[in-house]
């Protein structure tokens, strides 16, 4: 993979799940997030961003052992008890000793 | 017995949630207005304590928050037992019925205003300290002592919360600066108290009518647990207030805290604490049985609830 070549590992997941796993995709290596609110709609319903119920995109640009490690802590730890989803995709960037 | 006009404005936002209308608070501008409640209930409290003294306080306060213990440890078996739910859901939604509700005050205090009753100040010192114990119980029902419950984390989400962080803050500010010093304050944080909270109820309405599909799930041993619980709870808060020499209205705001389930500090500690419990049934039941039975039977019907008491010790 040249410097260039990263993944993106992205998580969708209810809100009380972020200062739970932020500190956990530092420690699995990843250089830094980017967090956003999120709505839609999926197997445990609806989120409609509205008080009390919002949910939240964290997404990492890191190489892809970290991605690999990511995946797996979200998979054993909190996929089981907490509504939400994860991916990662092939990610082209500039500057890529950033990550 | 008689029905606040903030309740009416909940059952607007209700009616308009039910109707699919597309009327919402913003996050924003819900997070604005309990921040305003919080320090407006904290203000007030505060302003009158600066006429108290601290050992006046400890006393009751002790007292209050030990009794508090009582609805979770009480709730759990009957989840467990007649409820046939498993314990995590059990727990968690036990830690919601001891921990307390700050809107449910409010409309308490609006109510009283209206009919002209006072109450202690030292209730909205007892706000600060109802909510957490609670939730720790629950946790310990779930779990036991756990090295895996992040306790830490659990610790600061509810402690440094803005609820406590709030209502502690204002209590100081009332309880340093007076009633003379703050008066501008008043006009702003006690005049406009009840314009506020009907704008903060007609949001509570359409989130209410968004839980009605929870409500579904949750069958009907919650829906009645989310009554029953609360009038029960209201009956001891009536019999401690009196026992500790409270007046008619400070047994009343004993009897709505005892009575009122946590729908906002509880499921974010639950989440962190509990996350085998499903959050859907004990937000369902808190917020969508017990919060609107409160505000529009509870509070009117506990306050008779008290009246009827004092009367009957007066004959006594």
């Known amino acids: 993979m040249s410097d260039n070549q990263t993944k993106l590992v992205v ?19 990843a250089k830094g997030y980017t967090v ?37 802590m979200i998979e054993t730890r909190y996929s089981d008890n907490y509504g939400l989803v994860i991916y990662t995709v092939d990610a082209t960037v500039i500057r890529g000793d950033k990550f | ?15 308009a949630g039910l109707l699919r209308s597309d009327l919402k608070l913003s996050g924003g501008l819900s997070d604005t207005l309990s921040i305003y409640l919080l320090i407006a209930i904290g203000l007030k409290g505060g302003i009158e304590l600066s006429h108290a003294t601290l050992g006046q306080l400890v006393v009751p306060v002790l007292i209050a928050v030990l009794m508090s213990t009582i609805t979770p440890l009480v709730a759990f078996p009957i989840l467990r ?38 109450y202690e100040g030292y209730m909205s010192v007892l ?13 310990l029902l779930a779990k036991g002592i756990n090295r895996d419950t992040q306790w830490r984390l659990l610790a600061h989400e509810v402690l440094a919360g803005k609820a406590i962080v709030l209502l502690i803050g204002a ?6 600066w007076g009633a003379e010093s703050s008066g501008a304050l008043t006009r702003f944080y006690g005049d406009m108290f009840k314009g506020f909270l009907s704008l903060f109820m ?8 968004s839980r009605i599909d929870d409500l579904r799930r949750a069958g009907p041993f919650l829906i009645g647990f989310g009554i029953v ?23 009343t705001m004993l009897s709505v805290q005892y009575a009122s389930a946590s729908y906002i500090a509880a499921p974010a500690a639950m989440r962190i604490a509990i996350p085998e419990a499903n959050p859907a049934l004990s937000l369902g039941a808190s917020l969508g049985v017990t919060f609107p039975f409160n505000v529009v039977i509870g509070v009117p019907l506990y306050h008779e609830m008290a009246k009827w008491a004092y009367r009957l010790q007066g004959v006594a």
Do not use: K, Q
Not at chain 1, 48 to 66: F, G, K, M, T, Y
Not at chain 2, 86 to 99: E, M, N, T
Not at chain 2, 202 to 209: E, P, R
């Open chain 1, 11 to 29: 998580l969708i997941c209810e809100e009380a799940l972020e200062p739970i796993v932020l500190p956990e995709f530092l420690a699995a290596g």
């Open chain 2, 81 to 118: 037992r007649l409820g046939r739910l498993v314990r995590p859901d059990a727990a968690s939604i036990a830690a919601h019925y001891g921990s307390v509700s700050v809107v449910t005050f409010a409309v308490g205090t609006s109510y009283l205003s209206r009919v002209g009753v006072d």
């Open chain 2, 127 to 139: 706000l600060v300290f109802l909510e957490f114990p609670a939730l720790i119980i629950g946790v």
């Open chain 2, 171 to 176: 209590l100081l500010i009332g309880w340093l």
């Open chain 1, 36 to 72: 956003c609110d999120a709505r839609g709609c999926g197997t445990r319903g609806v989120r409609d961003a509205r008080w009390l119920s919002a949910n939240v995109r964290i997404e990492a640009l890191c190489r892809e052992p970290v991605a690999r490690r990511i995946m797996e």
């Open chain 2, 1 to 15: 017995m008689s029905i606040d006009p903030v309740v009416g404005f909940f059952g607007l936002g209700l009616l």
């Open chain 2, 229 to 251: 619980i609360p009038m029960l709870s209201a009956v001891g808060g009536v019999l401690i207030g009196m026992a500790m020499g409270l007046s008619l209205g400070g047994t």
């Open chain 2, 202 to 209: 007609l949001g509570m309405g359409v989130v209410t009518a």
